[in-house]
């Protein structure tokens, strides 16, 4: 990675899953000039920044000021790691979305560009709805797509946005899958169900998984390209040291797995017998829920990018026996 040593790195979404494990990764590679934004609010996401080295912190409504006025008090930030955004899949509010994950954006997307810093974004691999137009990050029109909730079309419009106004060539959209890992613990109800799991498992030695509605889908094989969070920050921030990389990529897996596969990766892991219950899926989800994900990765690999992707069940050994069992995140390793 060739980040800029001289200028500081800017973190929205610092205190969070994939910010804080980015920034645990940054500190590992020798960077600890990184600015933290986020909004600590009454979870339990604060103690995710307590192992980290930074050089500051900034509350995201102070930096939206901030940009807003055109400020010079972030002058010296060279790269900016834009993960902030409300996540909750179920988020009905459409004003506080547009608001929190596209107009935000929209402004420390134009405020980075004119200080002619590295602007890489998240962007979600929700924005390709039920999958039936492709899932293709090279797709140039991304007016196609068609997103399932209020969440994913918030990041699809500010996808379409940057595209519409020539921005995409400059900065780099991450299309993040099904993300899991540690540092999660503070999500709620949008944890993975890696960890969802691991405490039903503890609790009750068995695992809900949803009944599936789809002919070509028997219970539980409804699939997803599950990618762990030591993989998706080693993604980014490849191509956040390529000048030359802009648009938007796939951050994935490439492969598709199994809930099932997922859930008896995780009894292994704990070295329990697998005992799985079909449960009904809520009527609110059943229209809108993604049966397939799987991402094409083609363009990440022509980046660059060579290291080899965790395997599933790798990827949740090492989650649930190095960091869950301990009950400890990233930083914290025993």
Same mark, same amino acid.
């Given at each position: 990675m060739a980040l800029s040593a001289k200028g500081k790195i800017l973190v929205t979404g610092g205190a969070g899953f994939i910010g804080s494990a980015l920034v645990w990764a940054l500190n590992n590679k020798g960077y600890d000039n990184v600015i933290i934004c986020d909004r600590l609010e009454d979870d339990e996401r604060w103690a995710n920044l307590v192992p980290l080295q930074i050089s500051d912190y900034i509350d995201a409504d102070d #930096?939206? %000021?901030? @940009? $807003?006025?055109?400020?010079?008090?972030?002058? +010296?930030?060279?790269?900016v790691f834009h993960l902030g955004a409300c996540s909750?899949?179920? +988020?009905?509010d459409a004003g506080y979305l547009l608001a929190n994950n596209f107009e935000y954006t929209k402004a420390l997307a134009n405020w980075a560009l004119q200080a002619h810093a590295r602007f890489i974004y998240a962007s979600s691999a929700a924005t390709y709805g039920d999958g039936e137009r492709g899932m293709d990050d090279s797709e140039n029109d991304l007016s196609r797509? =068609?997103?399932?909730n209020m969440y994913a079309y918030s990041k699809h419009l500010f996808d379409c946005y940057a595209q519409r106004n020539g921005m995409n060539r400059s900065i780099i959209g991450l299309k993040y899958f099904n993300v899991?890992?540690? &540092? %999660?613990?503070h999500k709620g109800k949008m944890r993975s169900v890696v960890n969802k799991a691991f405490y039903q498992i503890l609790e009750t030695g068995r695992v809900n998984l949803f009944k599936s509605y789809h002919q070509d889908y028997a219970d539980g094989h409804q699939e997803r390209d599950f990618l762990y969070v030591k993989d998706a920050v080693d993604m980014t921030l490849h191509l956040a040291g390529l000048p030359i990389a802009g648009g938007l990529?796939? *951050?994935?897996?490439?492969? /598709? =797995?199994?809930? @099932?596969d997922l859930v008896m990766a995780i009894f292994s892991a704990l070295g329990r017998e697998a005992h799985i219950d079909f449960i009904e899926m809520p009527d609110e989800l059943r229209e809108k829920y993604q049966y397939?994900?799987? /991402? &094409? *990765? $083609? =363009? #990440? =690999?022509? /980046?660059?990018?060579? /290291?080899?992707?965790? $395997?599933? %069940?790798d990827a949740v050994r090492d989650y649930v026996q190095n960091y869950l069992v301990p009950g400890e995140g990233l930083g914290n390793e025993a």
């Open positions: #930096l939206l %000021e901030g @940009v $807003s006025r055109k400020s010079d008090y972030l002058g +010296e930030v060279s790269s909750d899949t179920t +988020e009905t797509y =068609r997103p399932l899991f890992g540690p &540092n %999660e613990g990529f796939n *951050i994935g897996s490439g492969l /598709a =797995r199994t809930w @099932v397939h994900t799987c /991402a &094409n *990765i $083609s =363009r #990440l =690999r022509d /980046a660059g990018y060579k /290291a080899e992707v965790s $395997s599933l %069940e």
